[in-house]
């Protein structure tokens, strides 16, 4: 009888321990559960950007807004200008950029393949929308965009392939029209920057440029006659501006934080005369991905003419 209590004892016991040890078990997954769910606040912010001028001047003349940003957020925030819009992308999907001063293009591209989320976009000259330019030397037999339709053979220059003004809407702006081959119709030149396609122009009587509207401002200052040397000839469609993007996994009250912190800019003077040098921007406002819907549409089109 005695061993007969002792091994409903023992028995009892171990039924216990068992208990003790799966209570524990279950404690510690579901610490780990909400350790998961818990998205950690960054130590450090950067910023993407893609040079729309020369990459160093982009460099020197963010540097103040580094430093407000770091100020207002309470963490130290980087700005890392990118070679394209191909490597902004890429860096915001693995989480090396945070920040990402995306063409409308961009944002779709990285929306698609990254869940980045547009939170802002730039307000030129009262709009928060744009076109791109067809632009000519002034001694160019070129006088509309139709005219490139029997001008075969013609350099164009632009700033990258992924640019929504630069060749995206341009592009499927020539095709409307009639252009099936654009690599058989035109010499494409990749040039790295809206300035920098309106430049190869000026030595250039045998090609056009396609850029930002009106890209001839940035040579205004040091080159007055620009507007006499550049002709413009057309426009594409109305393009929604360009973004301030987020990467996926910030914490929500960091994003609602960096929202507040660049509409702040709008009251700033210092911060928008530098959003202005780097982008021309004169404003900012709070934008959402439904109203790219016009950019991913062109992109279809775009897309499925030349893969034929």
């Known amino acids: 009888m005695k061993k007969y209590l002792l091994l409903v004892l023992t028995a009892m016991l171990m039924l216990v321990v068992a208990a003790c040890g799966s209570s524990e078990e279950a404690s510690k997954d579901t610490e780990q559960t909400g350790s998961e769910a818990t998205v950690e606040m960054p130590d450090k912010l950067t910023m993407g950007f893609i040079p729309s001028q020369e990459a160093d001047r982009i460099a020197d003349t963010v540097k103040p807004l580094e430093a407000k940003l770091s100020e ?6 980087e700005a890392r200008v990118m070679v394209d819009f191909v490597g902004l992308v890429e860096g915001m999907r693995t989480g090396h950029i945070d920040i990402g001063f995306l063409n409308p293009f961009g944002f779709v591209q990285a929306e698609n393949r990254a869940d980045v989320e547009v939170i ?5 000259n009262g709009s928060a929308s744009y076109r791109a330019q067809f632009s000519v030397n002034a001694d160019s037999d070129i006088h509309t965009i139709e005219d490139l339709l029997e001008a075969e053979g013609l350099a164009w220059y632009y700033p990258d392939t992924l640019s929504t003004s630069g060749f995206l809407f341009p592009a499927a702006h020539l095709m409307d029209i009639g252009v099936e081959n654009l690599d ?3 010499n494409q ?11 190869a122009i000026l030595d250039d009587v045998n090609a056009f440029a396609t850029t930002f509207e009106d890209a001839r401002d940035r040579f205004e200052a040091e080159r007055p006659e620009i507007m006499d040397e550049i002709r413009v000839i057309g426009y594409t469609n109305e393009i929604p501006n360009d973004t301030i993007s987020l990467r996926a996994g910030l914490p ?18 210092e911060m928008i005369q530098i959003m202005n040098e780097v982008y021309t921007w004169d404003a900012i406002e709070a934008a959402t991905s439904e109203e790219y819907d016009v950019v991913r549409d062109v992109f279809a089109i775009f897309e499925d003419q030349l893969s034929q």
């Open 252 to 269: 929500e009250e960091l994003k609602e934080a960096i929202t507040n912190a660049f509409l702040a800019f709008n009251d700033d003077e």
């Open 120 to 124: 802002l976009k730039s307000v030129r």
């Open 184 to 186: 058989a119709h035109f």
């Open 189 to 199: 030149v990749v040039v790295g920057g809206h300035d920098s396609a309106i430049g």
């Open 72 to 77: 207002v957020l309470g963490i130290e925030v």
